[in-house]
Structure formats: C-alpha cells, structure tokens
C-alpha cells in the first residue's frame, strides 16, 4: 500500500513540485498561511500547466488525424507518454525505481558540485528513467546494479543538462533566477549556436513590426488563433469533408470544427501560459530555502514552457519551422534507410517553440528560424536512430520524441551493444559523467587561485 502510494507521489508531476514548494516554504519558516497559500498555488499552476497541456494534445490528435488522412503517411510517430505507456508493462518497478533514486542523486550531485540544479520537470524524469531502464535490460543488466547505474546516469544528466544550457537560458530570461530542466535540451543548445553563427544584425522576432491595421496580431492568443485556424483550414480540405466529419467531428461542418480547433489550441497555449506565471511565482521564492538549507545556491529547473513568455511571437515561429523541418525530414529517411518518422505536433510544438526561444535569444528572427529548423531535423532522425537500440520496444509504432531521449539511448544503446563485457561498460558510463564535473571542479579551483594571487 505505501509502495504504491509513493510510487502515485513520485508519478504525479504537479505534487512533486508541490512538496519541493512546501519543503522549502517550510524551511524558511514561512507563517502557516503562506505554506498553505504558496504549496496549493505551486501545485496549482503545475495542474494548469497540464490541463493546458491536454487541450493542446487533443487538439493535435485532431491535426494529426487529418494530416495522416491527407496524406496518406505510414510510420512511428514519436510520443513520449505513448511509448512510456507500453513500457510500464515490462519496465514500471525497474522505471519506479530508477526515478525515485535518480532525484536522490540529482539533490546529492548538487550538493556537492558546481552545478547547482534540481530538476523539477517530473513526467520527463519519468520518461527518461523509463527510457534508461529499457536500453539497459534489453544490454543483459538486471537487479539492484542496473537499479544503481541507471540512477547515477539518471540524476547525473539531470543536473548536467540544465547546466549546459543555462548560459542560453541567462540571455533568454535576463536573469539566473531558474534553469530549464526539460529533455530536448540538446535541441535548445544546437538552436542557441546556431543563433550566434547566423543571427548577426538581426532583430528578434519581438520587434516585427505591425502596421496599424494588424496591431492586434501582437496579441499573442490572436496571432496564435489565426494561424493555427489557417492551418487546420489546409489540412481539413485535403483530408476531405467527409473523413472530417464521419471520423472526427460527429457531424459537425468541417470547416466549423476546424475553426474551434483552431481556437482550442490558442486556449490550450494561453492556459499553458497562465500556469506558468503562477508556477514562477510561487516555486522561485519558495525554492530559495531548499537552496539554503540544503543545496546553497541551487536553481530550480523547470519545464520548457517556463521560457514561452520572454518570446511570444519566437513561439510560433519556432513550432512552424521545426514542424517544416520535420516534414521535409520525412522525404530524407527513407533514403538512409531509416524508418519514417511522422511529425508529432506536440513534440514539434513543444521543443520547436523553445528552440524558437533560445535562437531568438541568440540570433534573433535567423536564428529562430534555423534554430529551430535544426530542432526539428533533430527530433526527426534521433528517434530514428534510436529504434534499433530499444529491443522489442523499438517495433510499437511510436518511441521517444524530444532530442535528449535520442542522444542519451543510441549513446548508451551502441556503447553497451559495442562493449561486451559490463564490467566495462560501466566504467565507460562513470568516466564519460565524471568528466565534466571534474573539468569544472577544476576550472573553479583554477579561478580561486587567481583570485587569491589577484587579492
């Protein structure tokens, strides 16, 4: 019974970060009307943050409905809650295990480190675990070792990733207030390069200019509506009336449903963007006495839809590109051999809109653009490359969208099918995390000796 009530706690996102919010307001000795007040709102805009979440993903099934109908798509359509889903079957104790284990070594790893970030994005430390757990049962580890590897792994990138990141992060935001703890971080860092490379001169994406008469496209809802109606408008009419109305709509005119989906999806991002305003204001100040108590100085890492507001117009700029980029990727895979990876919306939208972000940051409107665009090649030949690695998995019809998932399972997937004996794997494993943590111990000891011959 208490196994699977803390399995549920450690499942459930939204009373995660709740606790981590209630730990902290605790620790900083807050009246009790501000613990109560400041827990229930931060699990409040995390359950926002959700409930917008599934507007947008039923809008999207709808999309991806008819995109398939139109145009006649067979393949994998990358779906991390899909694919997780199928997993728990075969790999929930294993996936369980590794997650609650590797936020134990995320909060140690912070401690003593110089990379002070909690990972705080649940659903994906799930996913992620699940993924570990997979790749490394079908590479022949089982029992409490592979248990310990995968937690080390787990909790390791956990921190590493938001640190790579946060130097973009810094010039998205303007300040180091949080980190963004989301898994297509590799996505975010190759749109940020490849801003500075190409975005010289140019101005972002929040200063187009609007004549008058279309001022009210600033409006972000609007610019959002408008565009997304377009494109369901496209889709619908080449999937046919017919197929809209028989399989879809139960009836309803497709062009009408088309247009309230439409504006079900702008719903779904402005919900999206209330729950992240009240997530910040509430967990930032509250993580403040976690950082002092127990990880001095540590920063919260958060999902990626904590970036949306500093670039709104970068949002939807980044999704369409990185969703153009994954649709001419589709005529590319099959040439290399390689299975056809449909487009999924939601990972497009997600990762393409924050990858839009951290090129703007860095290049403005060019390096959104292509920023994004790189994103979205990414999320199309990772998983790709990662269905070999996944055993029996790896035939289902889905797998893994986001960037980090495809980098971290064909790294570990080839490295332990390359490598016989596991022994030696899991040196490889410790010594390719331990390093960056040593260079960077090393660099800080570096600048405090400086600063000593300095003084």
Known sequence: MVDLIM?????????????????????????????????????????????????????????????????????????????????????????????LFGMVVNIILARISPFKYIFLTGHHTMFMACLISVILTTGGFSGAGMILLGSIILGAIMVLFPAMLQPYTRKVTGSDDFAVGHFGSIGYLVAGSIGKVVGKGSRSTEEIKVPKSLSFLRDTSVSVSLTMVILFFVVAGAAGPGF????????????????????????????????VRMLLGEIVPAFKGIADKIVPNAKPALDCPAIFPFAGNAVIIGFLFSFAAGL?????????????????????????????????????????????????????????????????????????????????????????????SNV?????????????????????????QKDTSAA
């Open 328 to 420: 001419i990727s589709m005529l590319f895979l099959p040439l290399l051999g390689l299975k056809v990876i449909v487009p999924g919306l939601v990972p497009h939208f997600f990762t393409g809109a924050a990858a839009g972000v951290f090129g703007n940051a860095t290049g403005g409107r060019k390096g959104a653009i292509f920023g994004s665009m790189a994103n979205g090649v990414m999320i199309s030949f990772l998983p790709a490359l990662l269905l070999p690695v996944l055993g029996t998995l790896g035939f289902q019809g889905t797998t893994f969208g986001d960037g980090d998932f495809g980098v971290v399972g064909i790294v570990l997937g080839n490295l332990i099918n390359l490598v016989e």
């Open 244 to 275: 809209v109305e028989s399989e879809l709509s139960g009836g309803q005119n497709f062009l009408v449903f088309s247009f309230m989906q439409g504006l079900t999806f702008a719903a779904g991002v402005y919900i999206i963007l209330a729950g």
């Open 7 to 99: 399995k549920d706690i450690l499942g459930t996102p939204a009373i995660l970060v709740g606790l981590f919010a209630l730990i902290g307001l605790l620790v900083q000795k807050k009246n009790s009307g501000d613990v109560v007040s400041g827990t229930l709102k931060t699990v409040m805009g995390f359950v926002i943050l959700g409930a917008g979440a599934n507007v947008l993903v039923q809008s999207l099934g709808n999309f991806s409905s008819m995109f398939d109908e139109a145009f006649a798509v067979e393949g994998v359509i990358p779906n991390n809650e899909a694919i997780v889903a199928l997993a728990q079957e075969s790999f929930g104790t294993e996936t369980a295990m590794i997650m």
């Open 424 to 448: 030696v794997v899991v040196g490889i494993i410790l010594a390719l995390l331990a390093l960056p943590f040593a260079l960077a111990i090393k660099k800080r000891g570096g600048e405090k």
